[in-house]
T-cell receptor
Framework: KQEVTQIPAALSVPEGENLVLNCSFT??????LQWFRQDPGKGLTSLLL?????REQTSGRLNASLDKSSGRSTLYIAASQPGDSATYLC????????????FGSGTRLLVRP | GAVVSQHPSRVICKSGTSVKIECRSLDFQATTMFWYRQFPKQSLMLMAT?????????EQGVEKDKFLINHASLTLSTLTVTSAHPEDSSFYIC????????????FGSGTRLTVV
């Protein structure tokens, strides 16, 4: 059974810091892994999608890495800004015909001005 | 990138009435869409998987007669909350899987339902 865990649950940092969010999954047989952010009262915005054959993906100040063998992914945010404050979620789809996404419980990030 | 449009963003209805929420994939065809419910400060809870041209698959504990899902076309899925009660008040979000985008998932902006 696939389980996804995210640590830390919450993080508060001063503006400008580089930070790392962690995501782990129990079953290394995955199609891909996706990172999302959710602002309060909003839907999810896709940040990065890493295919199982890839090691990392980058978008602007964001870099996500994937290590299938150890069941881990990290989201690196460089030079954090107050606008980065949100909940960050990682998710992997089940390897069956349901295509259901399994989410971690999220990391609530607060970047202080 | 893929866009999923969800309407309405907010709705207030009286107890006993029904409310329909629409989820549209704007620039791609989605044979499969998903409906989630989210309570304040909690994670998303999958309610059902919507399959184009066939019946939806509901998660355990979700009343299919209360939460009617219709996926009549490749770009539209609807969730109807029937005979709404205050306990149905919640944030509902849809998503779709985009096979063009290496099977990434795109989410709607969510619907805040308040039943009074």
């Amino acid at each position: 059974k696939q389980e996804v865990t995210q640590i830390p649950a919450a993080l508060s940092v001063p503006e400008g810091e580089n930070l790392v969010l962690n995501c782990s999954f129990t079953d290394s047989a995955i199609y891909n892994l996706q990172w999302f952010r959710q602002d309060p009262g909003k839907g999810l915005t896709s940040l990065l999608l890493i295919q199982s054959s890839q090691r990392e993906q980058t978008s602007g100040r964001l870099n996500a890495s994937l290590d299938k063998s150890s069941g881990r992914s990290t989201l690196y945010i460089a030079a954090s800004q107050p606008g980065d404050s949100a909940t960050y979620l990682c998710a992997v789809p089940l390897m069956d015909s349901s295509y259901k996404l399994i989410f971690g419980s999220g990391t609530r990030l607060l970047v202080r001005p | 990138g893929a866009v999923v449009s969800q309407h309405p963003s907010r709705v207030i209805c009286k107890s006993g009435t029904s409310v329909k929420i629409e989820c549209r994939s704007l620039d791609f065809q989605a044979t499969t869409m998903f409906w989630y419910r989210q309570f304040p400060k909690q994670s998303l809870m999958l309610m059902a998987t919507s399959n184009e041209g066939s019946k939806a698959t509901y998660e355990q504990g979700v009343e299919k007669d209360k939460f009617l899902i219709n996926h009549a076309s490749l770009t539209l899925s609807t969730l109807t909350v029937t005979s709404a009660h205050p306990e149905d008040s919640s944030f509902y979000i849809c998503s779709a899987r985009d096979v063009r985008d290496n099977y990434g998932y795109t989410f709607g902006s969510g619907t805040r339902l308040t039943v009074v």
